[in-house]
Each structure stands twice: as structure tokens, then as C-alpha cells.
Nanobody, 119 residues
Framework: QVQLVESGGGLVQAGGSLRLSCAASGIILGIDDMGWYRQAPGKQRELVARITSVGTTEYADSVRGRFTISRDNAQKTVALQMNSMKPEDTAVYYC?????????????WGQGTQVTVSS
């Protein structure tokens, strides 16, 4: 069974840092884009950062310069380093990966990890 498992969420004060990690497991023959999304209460899920298989990155305007996405293709992991955090970063963060498994490409999502930034 293919799955993505996030870790690293928690409570942090404004100005602090957190690092999220996401690991893919199962019989996976290829991984394309990987990314982090977040959903705050009452809001739609939004892209935070995305990274291609060759390392090209894309960030939401609200996090550019504060967050850094990285991946390890050999380990099938993606990480999000979050610095200078703000209360508005509070949300459930989800890992997403486009992977080739069971004969075709599709998007897989992790279960989400809560990030809370106190003021």
C-alpha cells in the first residue's frame, strides 16, 4: 500500500521554527512533483511549496523567504523548513506526491499534521 506519512508538526511561538518531514512508502516506481499544502479553519487548502523531481521549487507569496522545501529522491522524502513563523501560518499541513504505483501516475496525500503558531 502506497502512503505518505508526515511528521514534525506542533506548537511554536511567533518567530520560531519548525521542520516538517514526509516519507513515501510502498511499491513506488517513480515520484514526480512533491509539495506541501495547508488548510486553516474555514479556508480552502492552499499550496505552500512545491518541488519537482529535479529540484525546481515554487513557493506561495506568503511564505517565500521564510520557508524552504527540499527532497531526497533516494529516501523518497520531502521536508519543509519553516522559519520566522507567524500566527497566520497556523493550519493543518499536508504532504502531496505525484507517484507511479499500481500501474499509473496519481496524486497521493498524507494524513496531515497540525502546526500552531502562538502570538
Amino acid at each position: 500500500q502506497v502512503q505518505l506519512v508526515e511528521s514534525g508538526g506542533g506548537l511554536v511561538q511567533a518567530g520560531g521554527s519548525l521542520r516538517l518531514s514526509c516519507a513515501a512508502s510502498g511499491i513506488i516506481l517513480g515520484i514526480d512533483d512533491m509539495g506541501w499544502y495547508r488548510q486553516a479553519p474555514g479556508k480552502q487548502r492552499e499550496l505552500v511549496a512545491r518541488i519537482t523531481s529535479v529540484g525546481t521549487t515554487e513557493y506561495a507569496d506568503s511564505v517565500r523567504g521564510r520557508f524552504t522545501i527540499s527532497r531526497d529522491n533516494a529516501q523518497k522524502t520531502v521536508a519543509l523548513q519553516m522559519n520566522s513563523m507567524k500566527p497566520e501560518d497556523t493550519a493543518v499541513y499536508y504532504c502531496k506526491g505525484r507517484m507511479f504505483a499500481t500501474g499509473f501516475w496519481r496524486d497521493y496525500w498524507g494524513q496531515g499534521t497540525q502546526v500552531t503558531v502562538s502570538s
